[in-house]
């Protein structure tokens, strides 16, 4: 549009940065298991080095963590060492990412990398590979800067400040989600038969129970060779797994979480026999919560992945219509017909499109019966 000037992101990008640290680490996997991946990644943006850890086994969060602030590897004599526990260090590196970074001047050149990192904010780009978001494009323009990504595949576009509400609320549910599980714990997959089970009985608490731990070690799990080497027999109990989990979370009313889950779900699945199930799951989630139009790529996806008819064109029939595409909303209601969905259970959709369409419609129908 007029006025819009664009500011490609690929020179400054972070995707990667965290995986690229643990490569060159020793310690990297023992500090990840004792203060969970994502921790230790955020002592990495604040500037916490971690210098010792007393590890209490029979209540990790009493862990003692020794840290130095703002200092380099060269200058330990100079630092003056802190001591807390676990989940006190936990707290403290949260509300550090979530203090206030105002953002800095507009950018004036597409190669002004330095002006385009302070715009942004430092930490926003180093959180955001973090949860899957990989920055393509920034746009600004009269009303504001609106950021162009990918999020586990799914292109999606924000308002700079709605994006950085995004990441703070990320940030939060590391706490909760800790104090929910616990932190780490092993995968066991011979659960997955039992939170089936539970959630055919609409138990979501017992889901969450039995899968809750999974997420974090599976994060980091998925980006290493071991994880990539993984047959797919086992990708897809864990995606299974972890859409049940997603799903139990988003009923829940832990929306922004299940939605998480689900995306990781998304990634184990790839293209196995169960990814439709999980891009299915993952665009109702969206679409419950007032996401239409961001629920219209997974649904499709899951379409053309050979989800049930009767289960996924109904809702694309619903997400087209909420997003004004009349005519796509239409189209997913005959293909819903076509699956045999009865017509009584998306009568209130049909009316809805036909008000919007109006005589076109009525032509259109004219137009078949005499063909």
Known sequence: MPGEQLFPLSSIRTDGWFERIGESVGSFQALCDIVGERFFAFSMITGARITALTVDRRNPDNTLVDFVVGMSDEEPARADSQRLTLSEFRRRLVGALLSDEPAGPVPKRPTDTEAIQLHIGVR???????????????????????????????????????????????????????????????????????????????DHSQVAQLLGQWPGPLTIFLRTPEGQMLNTETRGIISRGLGLLGSACVALDDAAQGEEILRLAVQYAGDGAGASDIYARLGEALLEHDRAGEAIGPLRRAANLGAPGDKVWPLLARAFLERGRSVAAFGALLEARAAGVDHEKVRDLYTRVEARLGTALETWKSTVRDA
Do not use: C, N, W
């Not at 995968?187 to 089936?196: G, N, R, T």
């Open 124 to 202: 926003y780009l180093l959180l955001a590979p973090l949860y899957g978001y990989s920055l393509l494009e920034l746009t600004v323009g009269a009303t504001g800067s609106t950021l162009r990504m990918l999020h586990d595949g799914v292109e999606e576009a924000y308002p700079l400040p709605t994006f950085r509400e995004r990441i703070k609320t990320h940030v939060r549910q590391e706490l909760s989600r800790v104090g929910r599980t616990g932190g780490r714990g092993a995968i066991d997959l011979s659960h997955v038969k039992a939170a089936e089970e539970a959630a055919a009985r609409g």
